[in-house]
C-alpha cells in the first residue's frame, strides 16, 4: 500500500484538517491519517493550532476552501455547536461536535458531500457530529476489557469529551456515576442532564469514598510537560481505582497513568478512542468503511 503522502498534490486533492488549541501539530499520530490510498482517495489530513475566538472564521475558511471536513478537539467540542449550520442526531443527542463534515446542495435540492462535487454548488453548509461516544465505549471494553453495565465510575472533567463520556456511560447503564469539575457548575449541570435522561443511574457530583471500577480523566491536565496530576488536591486516592482511563494520548504517560501503573491499576491512554472515533469520522466524510488498524 503506497504511504498517504507519495501522490503529488493536484487540482482535485481535497483536505481534512483537525482544529485545537492547544494542540501538539509534529506529534499527532498516524491513525488520524485518513487512509486515503486504502480507499481511493486522493486526500490530505492537516493540523492547525486555533483559538477558540476564532473558531468560526476557521470553520467558514475551510467550508470556503471545499475541504472534505474538519475534526475538533479541546476546546471547540462545545463551541462548535453554536457555529455549524446542521446537527446531525449524535451531536445532539451527545452535546459536542467533534466531526464536521462539508456539504453542498445539488440541482435536485440533496445535500452531499462537498468533496462530491466538481465545481462549487451555490449553497454550501457545514454539518456536525459526534463520533467521540462510540469510540470511549469500544477503547474502554477493548483496552481495559471492562464491562460497563453496572460498574461504578469516577469521572474527571465535564468539558466536551467528558460530558460525552458522562452521558455515553449513563447509556452503558453503569450503576454510580461520580463527576467532579473543578467549575463545581458544570459538572452539576452534567449530573443534572443525567439525571434527567437516565434516572435509574446513580449520579453524584463530588468523589466516591470507597472503590470504583473505573477513574476516567477527561481533563486537559498531562497534556503538557509539568502538568500536575487531575488527582492532586483532591481526597481520591488511585487504590480505590481498579482501572485508570486517560483520553490524552501524547504524552503516551501521563503523571495520572504513570502513578496508576504503579499503584497496580489496569491502566491505558486514549490512543484507542482516537484511533476508532477517527475511523467513524473518515467513514463520515467518505460514506466508505473506513480501516481502524
Not at 459526534?130 to 476489557?145: F, M, Y
Not at 434527567?196 to 476516567?216: A, I, W
Request: charged share 25%.
Amino acid at each position: 500500500m503506497p504511504e498517504p503522502f507519495n501522490a503529488p498534490l493536484d487540482a482535485s486533492t481535497r483536505y481534512c484538517a483537525v482544529l485545537g488549541h492547544p494542540i501538539n501539530i509534529p506529534r499527532r499520530p498516524r491513525c488520524r491519517t485518513p487512509a486515503s490510498p486504502a480507499l481511493g482517495l486522493n486526500w490530505r489530513y492537516l493540523a492547525f493550532e486555533v483559538h477558540p475566538d476564532d473558531l468560526r472564521a476557521a470553520i467558514e475558511g475551510a467550508e470556503a476552501m471545499r475541504f472534505v471536513g474538519l475534526n475538533l478537539t479541546v476546546p471547540h467540542k462545545l463551541l462548535a455547536m453554536e457555529i455549524v449550520d446542521e446537527l446531525d442526531e449524535s451531536a445532539k443527542t451527545w452535546g459536542a461536535v467533534n466531526t464536521v463534515r462539508f456539504e453542498g446542495r445539488d440541482d435536485r435540492g440533496a445535500w452531499r458531500p462537498l468533496h462530491e462535487f466538481e465545481t462549487v454548488p451555490r449553497e454550501t453548509r457545514s454539518h456536525g457530529f459526534n463520533t467521540d461516544s462510540d469510540g470511549i465505549a469500544r477503547s474502554l471494553r477493548e483496552d481495559l476489557a471492562l464491562e460497563l453495565k453496572g460498574a461504578k465510575v469516577l469521572l474527571l472533567g465535564t468539558g466536551g469529551a467528558g460530558q460525552v463520556a458522562a452521558l455515553r456511560l449513563a447509556v452503558e447503564n453503569v450503576a454510580e456515576l461520580f463527576v467532579y469539575d473543578y467549575v463545581s457548575a458544570k459538572a452539576e449541570a452534567v449530573a443534572q442532564e443525567i439525571r434527567k435522561r437516565h434516572p435509574q443511574v446513580n449520579v453524584t457530583v463530588g468523589f466516591p469514598k470507597g472503590q470504583v471500577d473505573l477513574l476516567l480523566n477527561a481533563t486537559p491536565l498531562g497534556l503538557k510537560t509539568g502538568d500536575a496530576s487531575p488527582l492532586d488536591g483532591t481526597p481520591f486516592s488511585l487504590g480505590q481505582a481498579r482501572a485508570v482511563y486517560d483520553m490524552i494520548y501524547r504524552p503516551a504517560e501521563t503523571p495520572l497513568l504513570k502513578a496508576a501503573k504503579a499503584a497496580g491499576c489496569r491502566a491505558s491512554n486514549g490512543l484507542g478512542m482516537l484511533l476508532y472515533q477517527g475511523a467513524k469520522a473518515l467513514e463520515i466524510w467518505s460514506g466508505k468503511p473506513a480501516p481502524s488498524k
